[in-house]
């Protein structure tokens, strides 16, 4: 099975570092978040990769590129211009980066790398900037059970501000980081039956619109619950805090 990324868009609300580079690329622990999300599908024998690239996608171009290098021990003989690699530390992964254009919507890239696939064959599809310890394999076997044409990760947002407790107008209690109660939103690590592709109109279409509202009604999207670690990094303060986290033990590392 193939895992496309969704990596093309210009991640504005985090402009502070998407100026530089791709949103994707934008490193957590010293290792893009696109690394950390690839490990993800990874530790579940996902190695297939597709990346959908626009906004600077010469730069995950060349990060791959180089990857090899970058994760081996190597003799330089600079004479003869020669390059002995020794032990390697890269992952066994293949790796395909297509350029969906700088201004595609979501859908619009999902339609734009049709060609690429495996006939009929079932897609992992996520966003290039959220982490999670997702259970894809568990994931996979419920959209099957469902047998619906697409299932989405119904995630609980993340807690952004305190919340107060009135009495009155008395500050009855403080809570700083309250739980997202019963509401759930879209996690992506979506799991799609490639003729759901067929409901993308062009490039202006986000599949988050009428693609997955159309699906819904139809009663063919599906909702996996994953109730462990979410995070998206929308804000340079997103960025910042899932550094914290991996200084102090990823939640979202379930690789060994």
Known sequence: MKVII???????????????????????????????IM?????????????????????????????????????????????EYHTSRAEDWKVTIVDTGETSMTGGRLRRIRPYLNGDETICVTYGDGVADMD??????????????????????PARFGALKLDGNAVASFQEKPEGGEMVINGGFFIIEPKALERIA??????????????????????????????????????????????????WKIWK
């Not at 297939?48 to 906004?55: A, K, R, T, W």
């Open 6 to 36: 969704l990596a093309g868009g210009l991640g504005t609300r985090i402009s502070e570092e998407s100026e530089l580079r791709p949103k994707p690329m934008i490193e957590i622990g010293g290792r893009p978040i696109l690394w950390h």
């Open 39 to 83: 490990k993800i599908y990874a530790a579940h024998g996902f190695s297939d990769f597709l990346i959908c690239g626009g906004y600077k996608s010469y730069m995950i171009k060349e990060y791959f590129q180089n990857y090899h290098l970058h994760q081996s021990d190597v003799s330089f003989e600079l004479g003869p211009n020669r390059v």
């Open 202 to 251: 062009g490039d202006d279409t986000p599949w988050e619109g009428e693609p997955l509202e159309s699906l819904a009604r139809d009663g063919e999207l599906s909702a996996y619950r994953h109730e462990g670690f979410w995070q998206p990094m929308d804000t340079l303060r997103d960025k910042r805090q899932l550094e914290a986290m991996w200084e102090r033990g990823a939640p």
């Open 136 to 157: 894809i394999t568990r994931e996979l076997a419920f959209h099957r059970e469902q047998g619906r044409l697409v299932t989405l990760a119904a995630v609980k947002p």
